[in-house]
């Protein structure tokens, strides 16, 4: 029996990482592996089969899946953020209220002209809202075209702030 171990494995998502161990373990071969999180490492115990260079070929794919947990991570970031951007929208539009530069209706209104926008956002998916305000969403008297431009802005500044993976 034979004991590998690859260094240097960053664990960002545990659903990606089990699915990479998963299928580790079911290489001819492989008795056993497992993720040491306190170096960063996975050890591989194998049958008397496996050579180094064997091992080492199987992690040449491992950066698709790393590809897969950072974009795994990257919703994750983008989901929050847009929760939290919907909810400081929401606080703006309760603030103008108790100042009287908007009516609960008109805010009512805006809020339903926004409903699919920020259904796409706050599961992290920005592009898609921001497609969906530009060529979905209408303009009326209470979602004037100043707030939908507003809102235009703030959703192309973030996506081209933050969407990381995009950006080679």
């Not at 050579?51 to 919703?75: I, M, P, Q, R």
């Amino acid at each position: 029996m034979s004991e590998f171990i690859k260094s240097g494995i960053k664990a960002k998502s545990p659903k990606h990482l089990d699915k990479f161990l998963r299928e580790l373990n079911e290489l001819q071969g492989v008795v056993s592996s497992f993720y040491r999180g306190t170096t960063d490492s996975i050890v591989v115990k194998t049958d008397a089969l496996w050579s180094e260079d064997v091992f080492n070929t199987f992690f040449e794919g491992y950066d698709d899946v790393d590809l897969n947990c950072d974009a795994y991570d990257e919703y994750l970031k983008h989901e929050s953020n847009g929760i939290e951007e919907f909810r400081l929208l929401r606080a703006n539009s309760v603030a103008l209220i108790a100042t009287g530069q908007r009516s609960f209706s008109d805010a009512m209104k805006i809020e339903e002209s926004l409903r699919n926008v920020k259904a796409a956002i706050i599961t992290g998916d920005w592009g898609t809202g921001l497609d969906i305000l530009v060529n979905n969403t209408p303009v009326n008297e209470s979602f004037t075209q100043e707030i939908k431009n507003e809102i235009i802005l703030k959703i192309q500044t973030y996506i081209n702030n933050e969407y990381i993976l995009l950006h080679p």
